[in-house]
């Protein structure tokens, strides 16, 4: 189908963002700085907004960065303003997509350009991991901080673009869409390196991805493939080193902060001043509250704490000098403790759950907007069986049960992108559950 020039300028930028998204930062910043300046430029206005007038997921986007916007007006910190330039994303990238109609016919082009980005950032960490492995005395991956250095990246989001990945390819497999080895090679790269790097949250994204998949493709057959699927998930317990170390501690509620802090985040609540329809109103109010409720778990954790665990906090936070231990402990060790995410130097804890964030900061009224994205993503979902839109939602969703990911640029380019491409009327309403048009 031959384009316009105005819609090559727009199908250049798109791809620029999506090929950066997993990237660079500053590529997919570029991309999306042309993608609204085209929109701006092509006009049409009397055109584009009754597309977005009944669009629940519009009106769900929009009402959140209101409240990040009405926020930063509020209180007019530095922290907000850098908040709010990094979550405009979510507000203008649904804008633009739901509203040009000329961006559904061109999908597929997108698509592979994000697998394609995707498939460097999974080839680049898994090549920090084998050099890591051919000089490294270990090869226990299960800190995360020591992780994302050797795979130049953050492990949970190269797990999620992996998982993200896997489910674009399955589908491209299922209708046939260009060579059929292609989409089994670089789904293959994207299970390795999610289970070489022992990304907890994404290798049940994979299972979960796999199980619909084979359930679509073969019904009531697929029950053997689906426990060969388990069989694979569970046998890597005890193959993988990293996997057997990562969820050793999940087991044990050891190493996983999330077992600390989700507690501690729900105990935050009541904190002043906060309100349940508004919340602080303030990530900083909230980041205060979440602080001080840290802070007294870690005394009450000290408590139950062995001597060399007191002594190696109070070292490390400076506190030992008016106290003479005289003991021989050796304390080089502390930072493996049950407790160490406590010892770490850190002011900016979040809650590891979105909703449980928004909720914090912004109360019932951010809730409700999030109401409304899924009720719009339902609709869609039930009217169209946009499989597509499926896939996204069980990634980004579960990403968001586990991680801020609004609080980080690349995670609202995530969410807003992919919900957004897919949220928009197909071409031929007349989706089948057999076959799905990009």
Same mark, same amino acid.
């Given at each position: 189908?031959?384009?316009n020039?105005?819609?090559?300028v727009?199908?250049f930028?798109?791809?620029l963002l999506?090929?950066?998204?997993?990237?660079?930062?500053?590529?997919?910043?570029?991309?999306?700085a042309?993608?609204v300046?085209h929109?701006?430029y092509e006009?049409?206005w009397?055109?584009?907004w009754?597309?977005?007038?009944?669009n629940y997921f519009f009106?769900?986007?929009?009402?959140l960065?209101l409240l990040?916007?009405?926020?930063a007006v509020?209180?007019?910190?530095?922290?907000s303003?850098?908040?709010?330039?990094?979550r405009?994303?979510?507000?203008?990238?649904p804008t633009?997509?739901?509203s040009s109609s000329?961006?559904?016919?061109?999908?597929?082009?997108?698509l592979?350009?994000?697998?394609l980005?995707?498939?460097?950032?999974d080839l680049? *960490?898994l =090549?920090g #991991? %084998?050099?890591?492995? !051919?000089?490294?005395?270990?090869f226990n $991956?299960?800190?995360g901080g020591?992780?994302n250095?050797i795979i130049?990246?953050?492990?949970?989001?190269?797990g999620?673009f992996?998982a993200l990945?896997?489910a674009?390819?399955?589908?491209?497999?299922?209708?046939k869409?260009?060579?059929?080895?292609?989409?089994?090679i670089a789904?293959s790269?994207f299970?390795?390196?999610v289970?070489i790097?022992s990304a907890?949250? *994404?290798? =049940?994204m #994979? %299972?979960?991805?796999? !199980?619909?998949f084979?359930?679509?493709? $073969?019904?009531?057959k697929s029950?053997?493939y689906l426990?060969g699927v388990?069989a694979?998930?569970?046998?890597?317990y005890f193959w993988i080193p990293?996997v057997?170390?990562?969820?050793?501690?999940l087991i044990e509620?050891k190493?996983?902060?999330?077992?600390f802090?989700?507690?501690?985040?729900?105990?935050?609540i009541?904190?002043?001043?906060?309100n349940h329809?508004?919340?602080?109103?303030?990530?900083?109010n909230?980041?205060?509250?979440?602080?001080?409720?840290y802070?007294?778990?870690?005394?009450?954790?000290l408590?139950?704490a062995?001597r060399?665990?007191?002594i190696?906090?109070?070292?490390?936070?400076k506190?030992?000098s008016?106290f003479?231990?005289?003991?021989p402990y050796?304390?080089?060790?502390?930072?493996?403790?049950?407790w160490?995410w406590?010892y770490a130097d850190k002011?900016n804890?979040?809650t590891?759950?979105q909703?449980l964030g928004?909720y914090?900061?912004?109360?019932?009224?951010?809730?409700?907007?999030i109401?409304?994205?899924?009720?719009?993503?339902s609709?869609?979902?039930?009217r169209?069986?946009?499989?597509?839109?499926?896939?996204s939602?069980?990634v980004?969703?579960?990403f968001?049960?586990?991680?801020?990911?609004?609080a980080?640029?690349?995670g609202v380019f995530?969410?807003?992108?992919f919900?957004s491409?897919?949220y928009?009327?197909p071409?031929?309403?007349?989706y089948s559950?057999?076959h799905?048009?990009?």
């Open positions: 189908m031959k384009i020039y105005s819609d090559k727009q199908l930028a798109l791809v999506a090929f950066f998204l997993p990237l660079w930062r500053l590529g997919s910043s570029i991309g999306f042309l993608v300046l929109w701006f006009g049409d009397r055109n584009k009754p597309k977005l007038k009944h009106w769900g986007t929009s009402f960065f990040y916007l009405l926020s509020v209180y007019h910190d530095k922290q303003m850098f908040e709010l330039e990094k405009i994303g979510l507000f203008l990238i633009v997509l739901l000329s961006i559904k016919e061109r999908k597929s082009i997108i592979y350009v994000f697998l980005g995707v498939l460097f950032l680049r *960490a =090549g #991991i %084998l050099y890591h492995y !051919m000089t490294a005395a270990s $991956l299960s800190q020591q992780v250095t130049h990246h953050e492990r949970p989001y190269v999620a992996s990945g896997l674009f390819t399955l589908l491209f497999y299922r209708e869409k260009g060579n059929k080895y292609l989409p089994l789904g790269i299970i390795i390196t289970f790097i907890k949250l *994404a290798m =049940g #994979i %299972l979960v991805l796999l !199980m619909i084979l359930l679509l493709q $073969l019904g009531r029950i053997l426990l388990l694979f998930g569970c046998s890597t990293s057997h170390n990562r969820f050793s501690d509620k190493n996983e902060p999330r077992l802090i989700w507690p501690s985040a729900i105990k935050a009541p904190s002043n001043p906060f329809i508004y919340g602080t109103f303030s990530e900083k909230t980041e205060i509250a979440l602080n001080k409720e802070k007294k778990e870690t005394q009450i954790a408590q139950t062995s060399w665990e007191v190696a906090y109070l070292k490390k936070n506190l030992d008016e003479d231990f005289n003991v050796d304390i080089k060790d502390y930072s493996k403790g049950k160490w406590l002011k804890f979040n590891h759950n909703f928004i914090l900061s912004y109360g019932l009224l951010g809730l409700l907007s109401g409304f994205m899924i009720y719009g993503l609709i869609q979902l039930a169209y069986r946009n499989y597509y839109l499926l896939f939602i069980i980004i969703f579960l968001l049960l586990f991680e801020n990911i609004l980080k640029q690349q995530m969410f807003g992108l919900l491409l897919f928009t009327q071409s031929n309403k007349a559950s057999i799905i048009h990009v």
